[in-house]
Each structure stands twice: as structure tokens, then as C-alpha cells.
């Protein structure tokens, strides 16, 4: 049973770029979560997709959006890239109640 | 709004030492618990959750957790460390109020030498 999978691996842009991250949930997961991590700090929420809607978003600006495909994939859009974008993207996939986090894509935004 | 205090950024000990690591939240309701682990290299893991019953919680590799509401803490325990329990430690907080979304503290780095 695969776990939760995401592309690429690593990234870099320049600011202004277009960025985009893909995620496959763990099978028999229909909730997708983003999270941005930050050099040293904790994962931040970006927001969580059901059902192909988002659901609940952190407080990121609109420069972030996402999307659900039928088949509960996700990916995660980035415009107009900030250096401060620079981070370890996380996608988690969760049933019910526990997330499980794939290995995550490391975007560097020169 | 809930939010997490991880109070030590970084831990050094050798083998066989005793860990034990802080995790304070500030929630006005029912929370879950949890505590993640992300080995250089790998993935976030989770190595335990609370969600009621026993606040002592045993989750795996050897570590556990102890959940105390009235001090708003729930701290990571672990009687002997090896060399592999290198890794960040990220404690997470959520509110049981239909939100399904963790709040993570910023991290313990944990340096064990062998």
C-alpha cells in the first residue's frame, strides 16, 4: 500500500514564477492537506481539500490555491513567487481523524 | 485559536540518556494530541496521539506521552535514547470542534551521540 506521494522532490524558481505541486493521498484517503515548512519551524496550514472544494485555508494569501481531482489527488499553485516562498511543501491525506504526511516537495524560490 | 510552545529548540544526549520533551497548548476546549517525528531525510511520522481515555499514552519506538489538562502540557518521554532517535520532534494541538487541522509547534531538534 503506497503512502502518500508527492512531485517533484525538489524545485527552483525565480520570483515571479508559477509553481506547481502535486500530491497522491493514501489510498482510501479522501482529504488532502497542505502545509508549508519553513527552515526551522513547524508545518504551517494552507488549506485542506474534500470532496474537490477546499474546506478550511490558513492564512495565506490568495497567491495559493489548490485543487482536488475525482480521484482525490491535489495539487497546490503558487503565483508570483516570493523568495519567502522558499520551504519544504507538505501534503498529508487523512480519512477520518489522523493525517499521514507524504515526503514533501523542497521549493527554492532565487 | 490554539497554538503550541515547544520550549526546548534544541536537545543534545548521549545514548542511554533519559528525553524528556515540552509541549505546551493553549486551546479553551477539548483538544487532540499529537507528536510527530521527521528523521533527517524522511518523512513526518507520527509516534503518537491522544484523543481521550488514558492521558499516558504509549506510542512506538519506545516513547510516550503524557497528557496533564490542567497544566496544558503534554510531554514526550522516552527512559534510554539510541543514535536513531535523532530527528526533529514536532508536537501538534487540535480542537475537536469539527476542525480536523493540527497546529504544530516549531520543533525540537534532538542530537543523540553514540
Known amino acids: 500500500d503506497a503512502g502518500v506521494t508527492q512531485s517533484p522532490t525538489h524545485l527552483i524558481k525565480t520570483r515571479g514564477q508559477q509553481v506547481t505541486l502535486r500530491c497522491s493521498p493514501k489510498s482510501g484517503h479522501d482529504t488532502v492537506s497542505w502545509y508549508q515548512q519553513a527552515l526551522g519551524q513547524g508545518p504551517q496550514f494552507i488549506f485542506q481539500?474534500?470532496?474537490?472544494?477546499?474546506?478550511q485555508r490558513g492564512n495565506f494569501p490568495d497567491r495559493f490555491s489548490g485543487h482536488q481531482f475525482p480521484n482525490y489527488s491535489s495539487e497546490l499553485n503558487v503565483n508570483a513567487l516570493l523568495l519567502g516562498d522558499s520551504a519544504l511543501y507538505l501534503c498529508?491525506?487523512?480519512?477520518?481523524?489522523?493525517?499521514?504526511f507524504g515526503p514533501g516537495t523542497r521549493l527554492l524560490v532565487l | 485559536a490554539q497554538s503550541v510552545s515547544q520550549h526546548n529548540h534544541h536537545v543534545i544526549l548521549s545514548e542511554a540518556a533519559s528525553l524528556e520533551l515540552g509541549c505546551n497548548y493553549s486551546?479553551?476546549?477539548?483538544?487532540?494530541l499529537f507528536w510527530y517525528v521527521q528523521y533527517p531525510g524522511q518523512h513526518l511520522q507520527l509516534l503518537l496521539k491522544y484523543f481521550s481515555g488514558d492521558p499516558l499514552v504509549k506510542g512506538i519506538k519506545g516513547f510516550e506521552a503524557e497528557f496533564i489538562k490542567s497544566k496544558f502540557s503534554f510531554n514526550l518521554r522516552k527512559p534510554s535514547v539510541q543514535w536513531s532517535d535523532t530527528a526533529e520532534y514536532f508536537c501538534?494541538?487540535?480542537?475537536?470542534?469539527?476542525?480536523?487541522?493540527?497546529?504544530f509547534g516549531r520543533g525540537t531538534s534532538l542530537i543523540v551521540h553514540p
Open positions: 498529508a491525506s487523512s480519512m477520518q481523524e489522523t493525517q499521514y
Open positions: 501538534a494541538v487540535r480542537g475537536t470542534g469539527g476542525s480536523y487541522i493540527p497546529t
Open positions: 486551546y479553551g476546549g477539548t483538544v487532540n
Open positions: 481539500y474534500y470532496e474537490e472544494e477546499e474546506r
